[in-house]
């Protein structure tokens, strides 16, 4: 079988993480336990998750020409993604993240986002030709709105797939909406979407049906423990959580887009893809950190299913 190939356009930054028992209410300070400065940032999650996975993947990127940009490079070339697009700005610092993981490995998030709010449409139309050839396009929202709307429409015009996870959160267009193959938000996102007050699992199936109606053609919504609900026009269904002891959620959303991406480009279905990606994202919340979670393709074949 030939890999798949992915282009991922979208943000790298270095996550500088505590852990402490809680996270801290404003103007708290905490005495947290350990530190750890990691290579993070969703769009580099999500290529080095899919790299780890078997896919060939080329980032799309803007990282600053600093000390972290090179940590991140360093990483991209050891996981084997492909860096001939990721551009060293030298007018901006690379994204940083200050994250908290309390002691059940949930976790705050602030970024300040450098390079990655420089990233061009231009930037990615050098891309175009690996665009053209590639199964998936994937996005997140830490990059600007118009690169992101730019990369969608490029995609569509070459007949390439497009996944979107629409994180962090804004508002979207119907217009975008309608251009994305399969959008991939968690509950909240989804909820916020459609406008709803929560995003209780109970109304993943109500949010999944209103993001179609929208005009997505598919939609997974991820539910943490409780797994996900796969959606099209033709019907939806919930797929279970692989049970696993959560260390640190950091970054399972984006374990769960890349290796559902990789799956669709792979030729699983939709709802094989996401059986796929529960079990990628149950492993890569077992450990610290966020690119340093992502588990090989053979961790996840031990699992065993699909
Ligand atoms: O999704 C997790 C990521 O969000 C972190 O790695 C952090 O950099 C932020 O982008």
New binding site residues.
């Given amino acids: 079988m030939s890999r798949a190939k992915l282009v991922v356009v979208g943000?790298s930054?270095i996550?500088m993480v505590v852990k402490a028992e809680r996270i801290p209410c404003p103007g708290e300070t905490l005495l947290g336990n350990e530190f750890a400065m990691v290579p993070?940032?969703?769009g580099a999650?999500q290529a080095v998750c899919a790299a780890k996975l078997g896919a060939d993947v080329k980032f799309v990127a803007r990282v600053g020409d600093d000390v972290f940009g090179e940590t991140s490079l360093a990483n991209f070339h050891r996981v084997g993604v492909n860096t001939e697009f990721v551009i060293k700005d030298t007018d901006h610092p690379s994204g940083v993240?200050l994250?908290v993981v309390d002691i059940a490995g949930e976790n705050a998030?602030v970024?300040a986002p450098g390079a990655n709010h420089a990233l061009t449409p231009a930037d990615v139309d050098r891309a175009a030709e690996a665009i053209r050839v590639a199964d998936v396009v994937l996005l997140q929202l830490?990059i600007p709105s118009e690169t992101v709307t730019h990369t969608i429409d490029l995609a569509r015009a070459l007949g390439v797939r497009v996944v979107l996870n629409p994180?962090p959160i804004r508002p979207i267009s119907r217009e975008t909406l309608a251009k994305v193959d399969v959008l991939v938000p968690n509950q909240h996102e989804a909820a916020y979407l459609v406008g709803a007050p929560s995003g209780l699992e109970l109304e993943a199936e109500l949010a999944a049906r209103k993001l179609i109606e929208l005009g997505a053609r598919a939609v997974v919504i991820t539910l943490g423990s409780n797994g996900a609900y796969v959606a099209d026009e033709s019907g939806g269904h919930f797929v279970e959580a692989y049970k696993v002891t959560a260390v640190d959620t950091?970054?399972a959303?984006?374990a769960f887009t890349a290796s559902l991406a990789c799956g669709i480009a792979e030729g699983m279905s939709l709802i094989d893809a996401a059986r796929f990606a529960t079990k990628v994202a149950a492993l890569s919340v077992t450990r610290l950190g966020?690119q340093s979670s992502m588990p090989s393709r053979d961790e996840v074949d031990r699992l065993g299913g699909i």
């Fill in positions: 943000s930054n996550d993070g940032g969703k999650n993240a994250i998030i970024v830490e994180a950091t970054a959303g984006d966020a």
